[in-house]
């Protein structure tokens, strides 16, 4: 009988969770398939990761004392010394621990699975010796880790195609984990977490199931049984419907283990918890309903004591400041960690930058063109006073080594002086969102349109109206129930542009083109992130076509092919912790046709305004 290892990655507030699963390990994992068990700590705290654990967890066991191995992330290369991400982490150790067993495959789990019935070698392979695995369809934000990850391995995967899961369990097979690693490591010049850091949206298993996609395919390599676990995560199953049948899924023979989110012992119910402690006692994991439910009540109690307060529910991307604002947190820019001055440019990215931005101003004006690099100050610097672990502090980041490295500022716009000064009018940032308010958004149009060396409209405080509302934003829907606040929009009284033309698709490759009544204006292309939504119908009052690319590059070819008499950049500050590459990064146009297909070349755009235009 072929033998795995286990693979557990923790944090240090997981340990009686890691109890109810060392349990489980006992009851129902035979020691002839279930060789050593590997606890992976990977707590903000070490020490108090491993404290945890030796006092909590380590007692447990029994017949698997002897093959019991705590390792720490740092083990399998995470720096955790310098400000890594504990979620990016545990999705690297996953991969990275290839390079611990000496076993043909490895079984990881979280510290939310336990057992509920005996595990069999038929559960882990067929009897052909194939390792088992279960079919999923991805939807929404799992489908777009899918999708990038597949494209990284060059694959083409149909959108409801059924391919490999990416919840535990997962049994991996050793040796491809280890070809995913080597050729991230050999492609990117960078390791597993350095490389799902920098690349954003794509995750452990979804790229280990692209890469088998990509060699051989999931049949080839894995045999496809039923779905083994039922698991209750932090947002789904969400009806009650849905939530019944999970748990009564339980009683199923396939299914071997269940798990319920840190999370999401504060959302059960009196009858959900009935169930659940039944179940239990029925499964040997505990002695009486009670003790269940004492354990149940731990978990709600730990949660609610030891969880940093200005911590959201939900997926841990959102900060709680002072006055409820939130900011976003945890992303893929480590934008706190910038704030913190923690996470900052490398002296050749501060090169590449400087070099950068010398370019494309000496490119523009080798064609009679003006351009400008307006960034867009984070939340967490205008408000900054608001924010618990920015408060009182002042640190180096990398807009300022920016800034330093640059030698001519005049085509640098950074407002944030301009912002923190406009509060006493309204709210230039939504305190549920993570982007600036229209009325932020006309603040840095303000300042950019004045910084310009040329004289241009510019919009008056009398042109346009402030109008005070209430609603939620893209961090306050993280939260059940909802939180909405007070933000204030800002529109032009009298406006005189309006927008013609759109490709609608959603962020990097959207286009669309802006039309103004007045013919005499100039013409500006501008290159954006999300933040260019809300600034761009201020900018439409300036000009007379307004050419908008959503893409962090400044592509020549749509500067060739608009030639207008400006060229704008829109950044979020966060954002700059990665250089774009103006020569070898994916255009609008190739962003573009991946998500719709066939779309309008540059030249049809300026083919379609003109005729807008003309017809004005």
């Known amino acids: 009988m072929e033998k795995v290892d286990i693979a557990v990655v923790f944090y240090e507030k997981e340990a009686a969770l890691l109890g109810l699963l060392v349990r489980s390990i006992e009851l129902y994992c035979p020691s002839d398939l279930i060789d050593k068990l590997y606890f992976i700590n990977n707590s903000i705290d070490s020490d108090l990761g491993r404290k945890c ?8 066991f029994d017949k698997f004392s002897s093959r019991v191995k705590l390792i720490s992330a740092s083990d399998l290369g995470v720096d955790v010394e310098s400000n890594f ?23 990881v789990l979280d510290a939310k699975n336990h057992f509920i019935r005996a595990l069999t070698q038929s559960d882990l392979f ?33 959108q409801a195609q059924p391919v490999l899961p990416m919840v535990t369990p997962y049994l991996m097979i050793t040796q491809i984990a280890g070809k995913v690693c080597k050729h991230i490591e050999e492609k990117e010049g960078i ?48 009806s009650e419907s849905d939530i019944k049948q999970v748990l009564q899924s339980t009683g ?59 911590m959201a529910k939900g997926d841990g991307k959102v900060v709680v400041g002072d006055g409820g604002r939130l900011f ?81 500022y005049s085509y640098l716009t950074y407002p944030l002086d301009e912002l923190i000064n406009s509060k006493d009018s309204g709210e230039p940032y939504h305190p549920a969102d993570s982007h600036y308010t229209s009325f932020g958004a006309y603040i840095c149009y303000r300042e950019v349109i004045n910084r310009i060396q040329k004289k241009l409209f510019c919009l008056s405080s009398d042109e346009v109206q402030l109008v005070p509302k209430n609603g939620t934003g893209d961090l306050g829907e993280k939260f059940e129930p909802v939180r909405t606040a007070d933000f204030t929009e800002c529109v032009v009284k009298q406006p005189k542009a309006k927008k013609v033309w759109t490709n609608n698709v959603v962020n990097k490759g959207q286009m669309s083109v802006w039309i103004n009544e007045d013919k005499t ?19 439409a009052e300036t000009f007379s076509i307004l050419y908008i690319v959503h893409s962090p590059l400044v592509e020549i070819e749509a500067i060739d092919t608009f030639n207008p008499d400006f060229v704008l950049t829109v950044m979020a500050e966060r954002f700059l912790i990665y250089p774009p590459d103006d020569l070898f990064h994916k255009t609008a146009q190739e962003f573009a046709a991946e998500k719709v297909g066939k779309v309008k070349s540059y030249t049809e755009i300026k083919a379609l305004a003109m005729d807008k235009h003309r017809s004005l």
């Open 53 to 60: 654990f030796e006092r909590d967890v380590l007692p447990n």
């Open 85 to 107: 991400d504990p979620y990016i982490a545990q999705q690297a150790l996953k991969l990275e621990f290839h390079k611990v067993t000496d076993k043909s495959h490895y079984l």
């Open 126 to 158: 067929s009897n052909e010796g194939k390792p088992v695995s279960h079919h999923q369809v991805h939807r929404g934000y799992p489908g777009t880790l899918l999708a990038n990850s597949c494209n990284y391995f060059d694959v083409e995967v149909a």
């Open 191 to 238: 390791d597993v977490y350095a490389f799902i850091e920098k690349k954003g949206k794509v995750s452990e298993f979804m790229l280990y199931c692209a890469f088998i996609l990509a060699n051989g395919g999931i049949e080839n390599t894995y045999s496809i049984k039923p779905k083994p676990y039922a698991t209750l995560f932090t947002k789904w199953p969400e």
């Open 252 to 310: 199923k023979e396939h299914i071997v283990t269940f798990a319920i989110h840190i999370n999401r012992f504060q959302q059960l119910t009196h009858d959900h918890i009935n169930f659940i402690t039944q179940m239990w006692v029925e499964r040997n994991l505990f002695d009486s309903i009670e003790a269940g439910k004492a354990f149940i009540n731990d978990q709600v109690l730990g949660v609610k004591g030891n969880a940093p307060q200005s």
């Open 328 to 408: 976003i947190a945890n992303d893929s820019n480590n934008v706190i960690g910038q704030h913190q001055g923690k996470r900052l440019l490398t002296d050749k990215q501060v090169k590449t930058w400087r070099y950068l931005l010398e370019v494309r101003k000496a490119l523009c004006g080798s064609k009679g063109i003006s351009y400008h690099f307006l960034v867009v100050p984070d939340a967490h610097a205008v408000y900054r006073e608001q924010l618990p672990m920015l408060k009182n502090t002042e640190s180096t980041r990398p807009v300022k080594q920016l800034l330093d490295a640059v030698v001519d």
């Open 521 to 539: 204006k100039p013409t500006c292309l501008l290159f954006t992130d999300s933040y260019g939504w809300k600034i761009q119908p201020f900018l």
